[in-house]
T-cell receptor, first 112, second 114 residues
Framework: QQQVKQSPQSLIVQKGGISIINCAYE??????FPWYQQFPGKGPALLIAIRPDVSEKKEGRFTISFNKSAKQFSLHIMDSQPGDSATYFC???????????FGTGTRLTIIP | DSGVTQTPKHLITATGQRVTLRCSPRSGDLSVYWYQQSLDQGLQFLIH???????AKGNILERFSAQQFPDLHSELNLSSLELGDSALYFC?????????????FGSGTRLTVV
């Protein structure tokens, strides 16, 4: 029940296109859903996060869409750029939880 | 620079040895989390300390131990090392006791066991 399932495992998108990564969870107590971006040799960095009181959150080219009834959330990267090539992790937590539970990661490659 | 400092950045050691990884959290952060990231694996939670007290354990082997000191830095001790312990070890810190405000990761220590 603590798992967060992430798909796809890898994704190739053309420059200027939309990258979409999906995550699903089971634990209805989760109330915090961040996305982390990780470049090779670096630690994950918080990209954007959402709480279940809203269905969408946008920061620049990055948008989280949240569907509470389906227990799913997704990251959309608009106008994808080569610099967006990285591994993306979704995660989830709740107030009583002592840790973030991470998805397995999506390796995104943006091609020219 | 995330403000979370991990040393050393790289470590190569032989099987059966013991190593200590160090983490200094962001200034003012009381929570320290340790994660293991193996090749092509996700982030596996190991342990969480808050203000010197162990708060939660994840999939941490008995050969591994950690502590958080009064100055809030933390050390992860890995002993009787095996080839399979080769991985990236990340420390993260947060200003809160609970994880649902996220946390900030360091750049990691890459451990290679030969």
């Amino acid at each position: 029940q603590q798992q967060v399932k992430q798909s796809p495992q890898s994704l190739i998108v053309q420059k200027g296109g939309i990258s979409i990564i999906n995550c699903a969870y089971e634990n209805t107590a989760f109330d915090y859903f961040p996305w982390y971006q990780q470049f090779p040799g670096k630690g994950p960095a918080l990209l954007i996060a959402i709480r279940p009181d809203v269905s969408e959150k946008k920061e620049g080219r990055f948008t989280i869409s949240f569907n509470k009834s389906a227990k799913q959330f997704s990251l959309h990267i608009m106008d994808s750029q080569p610099g967006d090539s990285a591994t993306y992790f979704c995660a989830a937590s709740d107030f009583g939880n002592e840790k973030l539970t991470f998805g397995t990661g999506t390796r995104l490659t943006i091609i020219p | 620079d995330s403000g979370v400092t991990q040393t050393p950045k790289h470590l190569i050691t032989a099987t059966g040895q013991r190593v200590t990884l160090r983490c200094s959290p962001r200034s003012g952060d009381l929570s320290v989390y340790w994660y293991q990231q193996s090749l092509d694996q996700g982030l596996q939670f190991l342990i969480h300390y808050y203000n010197g007290e162990e708060r939660a354990k994840g999939n941490i082997l008995e050969r591994f131990s950690a502590q958080q000191f009064p100055d809030l830095h933390s050390e992860l001790n890995l002993s009787s090392l095996e080839l399979g312990d080769s991985a990236l070890y990340f420390c993260a810190s947060s200003g809160r006791q609970t994880s649902n405000y996220g946390y900030t990761f360091g750049s990691g220590t890459r451990l290679t066991v030969v």
